[in-house]
């Protein structure tokens, strides 16, 4: 019996996004082999890595995870020079004070501080709301018009809210995010929904990550079954890249507040495992494990 | 790609036309059909020559051999695994973790370590996730040290072992010392395989073959097989984390894709030989839970390395077709009173450990009253009749959970909000108070709710 080495040939591509303008512009996505088959094709755009910035000084973090931002907590614009200094390719900028049941800051208040951030830095802004569907049109779509042009990505874009958010992102040259709760069909269905107005290349997936021991193997299972449906059956309506936003999952479970290398590991596990299931940017929290990351996608380790 | 009933039932006597029953089935097409499911031994059939015995028995072989290290209850079961993604079915056999001892090491280190890999055990939803086997090497130069090595740890431990010396004589020597165990031997290479051969086909105990690629193995697997030694696991000898996923793909993919026995068998992985630091090893050890092998051997193990990657192992060889539930209770979080709040969900186990983790984020002691709802989340549960007013209300009832608090004040979940009305009926005594749609909200709620109460 002969040996012939069993490789592959696939039909899909995944799009290829590009976010930032300009000098700061990165391209995720456009592969059209399964994530690491290095040896059954080339694969362009390597996962990038971006890091976390909130607008206000975050509460109960671990003592490990505070003290690489000690400094600038409560300066986003230097917390997201920082990022960069670490080796982050972007940052995660999160409108936490927007939040409704927290601070309830107004729109154009957030949108202001988004545009000190983007000004501030070389590098594309992912720009995340509270998570509040209604408040989020509000103040997503203000960012949009306050940055016009500078090309960001924003979410989370859910079901419920869509329509207004990805009109302003159209209208004003911006990505979005598009977010469902860990089921494939439910992103599928949002994934349709959002192309009768945007382009593939302004959308990215985020099919929810949760961290190792609580959930993780289902976000695995969701995104490795997005890029076979993808890649290997070339269904047009799952190749969107995908972000992982993982980081704060992982530290804020019990586990990661126990010890720094259990968290480290905690965040660095889960983020392998998410790459390995084909995630096109990271969303970290700790420079520790952006650093170990960084290795895994360069082929360095 | 198995043999079908249809290529089957040509090999049975007259060609499939015999249908003499004494099988126990009505037609040899019958029996044909349950030989290529698993459903029935070739046996049964008393007609076959040995000869077409041999080929069926080879073709319905599992395409990825079941091999078992150790002996008892320690033994360890690897391969047989049916698909290259978990999705495709599930992954079957979790691969066993292995802690490196080389006989190199101080005394106390030895001892230190085989502390450590009995000692680090940890709860984990109802389960006790430890490490597997004991990895022993010969580094020393000294062939007694090697077998007092051997010796020592069968004498404290009944852990399986994986025994690993580049000299034949030493492998040897140490196998006759821990044969009842079953020990796995490595390396098997191409220039010593004919001496491994001679040395163990008379009592055969399995081997790992290493080749420089995955081609360099295939003879050697073959090798084995025709001396007789069935029981084989592979290290395709990869330097680096990229070469690893090409390697263990390219022997998944080769025995369940295309059947090609000479592969057909688990895989060894080396994390200990990979990486720099033990950080790093815990990352190569994670890409092989996924990606294969079916024993990965660490060079230190320590409880905040070794839970991650236990946790891992659980979470990637979960069934993915059976809905994770957690047992319908009322669990503690924290040390909760008679006055500690009381909450309500669904038995979805993401629901629990991401509703606990809140719980215990807010450091609130509190009640958690989890409603068995066949695994579902709270909405879909709610949507399919599995936790409606009328339903929640008799379990808050016979869980027993009016024993434990003075108050009656039960708070449910945002996202059911409507079933409020129900409750209010099925619980008279009760208040029932709506809480957050989102468990990430609960930090920021319980402490507020606690405080209202004590005013």
């Given amino acids: ?62 003592e490990w ?23 982050a390719d972007l940052v995660c900028l999160r409108l936490a004070s927007t939040d409704p049941a927290g601070a309830n800051a107004p729109a154009d208040k957030a949108a202001d501080m988004v545009k000190q951030v983007v000004s501030a830095i070389k590098a594309p802004v992912i720009v995340c709301g509270s998570g509040d569907e209604a408040k989020d049109v509000e103040v997503l779509t203000k960012v949009a018009e306050v940055c016009d042009g500078d090309k960001l990505l924003l979410g989370p874009v859910v079901k419920e809210n869509y329509e207004l958010i990805s009109k302003a992102a159209l209208d004003h040259g911006h990505c979005i995010i598009a977010q469902t709760p ?59 890249p995908i972000i992982a936003d993982l980081g704060g999952e992982c530290w804020k479970t019990k586990q990661a507040k126990e010890s720094q290398e259990q968290g480290l590991l905690w965040e660095s596990v889960t983020a392998l495992s998410l790459l390995l299931a084909g995630a096109n940017i990271l969303v970290l929290r700790h420079p520790e494990s952006l650093k170990l990351m960084r290795e895994v996608v360069d082929g360095r380790i | ?31 044909a059909m349950k030989l290529a499911g698993a459903g029935a031994s070739l046996d049964k059939c008393p007609y076959l020559s040995p000869e077409v015995k041999a080929e069926l028995e080879d073709a319905l072989a599992p395409p990825i051999k079941l091999v078992s290290i150790g002996s008892g209850d320690n033994s360890l079961q690897i391969g047989n695994e049916e698909v290259v993604y978990r999705h495709e079915k599930t992954f079957v056999h979790q691969p066993g973790v292995a802690l490196l001892i080389s006989d190199k090491e101080a005394e106390a280190e030895v001892d230190e ?22 990895a022993l090497q010969f580094e020393s130069g000294d062939k007694a040290k090697f077998e007092a090595l051997v010796k020592k ?29 079953k020990p796995l031997l490595y390396p098997v290479t191409k220039d010593n395989i004919d001496k491994v051969i001679s040395g163990i086909k008379d009592s055969p105990t399995p081997v790992a073959v290493r080749g420089n690629s995955v081609e360099e193995l295939i003879p050697l697997t073959v090798k084995l097989k025709d001396a007789g030694i069935e029981e084989v696991v592979l290290d395709p000898g990869s330097k680096n984390m990229q070469e690893a ?15 090609f026995r000479p592969l057909g068998y688990p895989t060894i992985g080396f994390p200990c030989f990979l990486a720099k630091d033990e950080i790093r090893e815990i990352l190569f050890a994670a890409m092989f839970v996924i990606k294969y092998p079916g024993i990965i051997v660490l060079s230190d193990i320590d409880e905040s390395s070794l839970l991650p990657l236990l946790v891992h192992r659980l979470n990637i060889y979960t069934d993915p077709r059976i809905p994770m539930s ?95 009305g129900e409750l209010e009926e099925a619980l008279p005594d009760w208040e029932i108070i709506v809480g957050p749609r989102e468990a990430s909200e609960i930090p920021a709620y319980l402490p507020g709710l606690v405080k209202k109460w004590k005013n």
């Avoid at chain 1, 590009?18 to 391209?27: D, F, R, S, T």
């Avoid at chain 1, 192309?195 to 995104?223: N, W």
């Avoid at chain 2, 049975?12 to 036309?17: A, R, S, V």
């Avoid at chain 2, 370590?113 to 004991?134: S, Y």
Wanted: proline share 5%; aromatic share 8%.
């Fill in chain 2, 245 to 259: 996923i090409r390697d263990q793909t390219l022997i998944r993919r080769a025995s369940l894709k295309q059947n």
């Fill in chain 2, 1 to 31: 790609m198995a043999l079908k009933g249809t290529d089957i039932v040509k090999r049975l006597p007259e060609g499939g036309k015999k249908n003499c029953r004494e099988c126990g089935f009505p037609t040899c097409f019958a029996f």
């Fill in chain 2, 113 to 134: 370590k085989i502390k450590k890999i009995k000692d680090l055990q940890f709860p984990w939803v109802g389960l006790t996730l430890r490490a597997d086997l004991l």
């Fill in chain 2, 153 to 181: 740890v069968c004498d404290s431990t009944d852990f399986s072992i994986v025994l690993m010396s580049e000299d034949v004589d030493a492998l040897l020597s140490a196998r006759s010392i821990c044969g009842d165990r």
């Fill in chain 1, 182 to 240: 860990l089921d494939i069909n439910l992103e599928k269905e949002l994934n349709v929904k959002l192309l009768k107005s945007l382009p593939l290349d302004r959308i990215v997936i985020d099919p929810l990550s949760s961290a190792l021991g609580y959930g993780m193997e289902y976000s695995f299972t969701i995104m490795e079954r997005t890029k076979h449906i993808g890649v290997m059956f070339g269904d047009g309506t799952m190749q969107m």
């Fill in chain 1, 65 to 87: 995870v505070r003290e690489p931002y000690k400094d600038v907590l409560s300066d986003p614009a230097g917390w997201a020079k920082k990022c960069l200094d670490f080796g």
């Fill in chain 1, 1 to 62: 019996m002969e040996y012939k080495a069993p490789l592959e040939t696939y039909s899909g591509k995944v799009g290829e996004v590009v976010i930032g303008k300009g000098e700061k512009a990165i391209k995720i996505g456009g592969e059209s082999v399964l994530p690491f088959h290095f040896f059954e094709g080339t694969i362009e755009n390597r996962p990038r890595i971006a890091l976390e910035v909130y607008d206000t000084e975050p509460e109960g973090w671990a």
């Fill in chain 2, 326 to 420: 957690v047992e319908e209770k009322v669990y503690e979080i924290g040390e909760p009173n008679e006055d500690s709040p009381v909450l309500v969900t669904s038995n979805w186990a993401l629901t629990y450990f991401i509703v606990a983790s809140e719980i215990e984020g807010s450091k609130v002691p509190t009640w958690l009253c989890v409603k068995e709802a066949e695994g579902l989340g709270v909405l879909t549960a709610w949507a399919a009749g599995k936790f409606s007013g009328d339903s929640v209300g008799p379990f808050i009832k016979k869980s027993g959970v009016e024993g434990k608090v003075k108050h009656r004040k039960l708070v449910i979940p945002g996202k059911v909000a409507r079933i409020r």
